[in-house]
T-cell receptor
Framework: GAVVSQHPSRVICKSGTSVKIECRSL??????MFWYRQFPKKSLMLMATSNEGSKATYEQGVEKDKFLINHASLTLSTLTVTSAHPEDSSFYIC?????????????FGPGTRLTVL | AQSVAQPEDQVNVAEGNPLTVKCTYS??????LFWYVQYPNRGLQFLLKYITGDNLVKGSYGFEAEFNKSQTSFHLKKPSALVSDSALYFCAVRSFYNTDKLIFGTGTRLQVFP
């Protein structure tokens, strides 16, 4: 149980285009999903927390207009990188917390490698 | 300030030998502590957690971790390392002020040599 999927696993796009990444909880309902960015040889940086049916909460320094997050259902959250630039190239990982979880155990997706040319 | 420190960027160990990956934390209140493992180009996999109770926590793949309150440490251990254990390991603590948030260490790369 507690499987989280991400799609696509890898995407290459041209500078200026927008890219959407999906995060799904496959066998549980996730009231809260998290989006992280991981730079090479660095830890995970929390970008935003999204709760189903409400606006995402962005961490300091993360541009909400550039990284659009939608958590439309209890099993799906999407991250859209708008007008992507090469500096947005990174490994993006989502995680999900199960509904009713009493502590913050997060289940992570396999990640999406974004390369912006 | 709340933080997690993993003082070693890399740990090298021979297969069959015991391994330790170090983690210390600084957080208000009682800590909720986690260890995750990441294989290349993959997301994080949960290994184990400490919430309360026995200080020695057993997790997946033969790993265990010992919570030491006086030393504010939560070191990851395994009695006998395998080459397949080679990966990136992250220690994390739940934020006291925002229980939705996990604070991660910078990661330790474990390299097990045959």
């Amino acid at each position: 149980g507690a499987v989280v999927s991400q799609h696509p696993s890898r995407v290459i796009c041209k500078s200026g285009t927008s890219v959407k990444i999906e995060c799904r909880s496959l066998d549980f309902q996730a009231t809260t999903m998290f989006w992280y960015r991981q730079f090479p040889k660095k830890s995970l940086m929390l970008m935003a927390t999204s709760n189903e049916g409400s606006k995402a909460t962005y961490e300091q320094g993360v541009e909400k207009d550039k990284f659009l997050i939608n958590h439309a259902s209890l099993t799906l959250s999407t991250l859209t990188v708008t007008s992507a630039h090469p500096e947005d190239s990174s490994f993006y990982i989502c995680s999900a917390r199960a509904h009713g979880s009493s502590y913050n155990e997060q289940f992570f997706g396999p990640g999406t490698r974004l390369t912006v040319l | 300030a709340q933080s997690v420190a993993q003082p070693e960027d890399q740990v090298n160990v021979a297969e069959g030998n015991p391994l330790t990956v170090k983690c210390t934390y600084s957080v208000s209140g009682n800590p909720y502590l986690f260890w995750y493992v990441q294989y290349p180009n993959r997301g994080l996999q949960f290994l184990l957690k400490y919430i309360t109770g026995d200080n020695l926590v057993k997790g997946s793949y033969g790993f265990e971790a010992e919570f030491n309150k006086s030393q504010t440490s939560f070191h990851l251990k395994k009695p006998s390392a395998l080459v397949s254990d080679s990966a990136l390991y992250f220690c994390a603590v739940r934020s006291f002020y925002n229980t939705d948030k996990l604070i991660f260490g910078t990661g330790t790369r474990l390299q097990v040599f045959p």
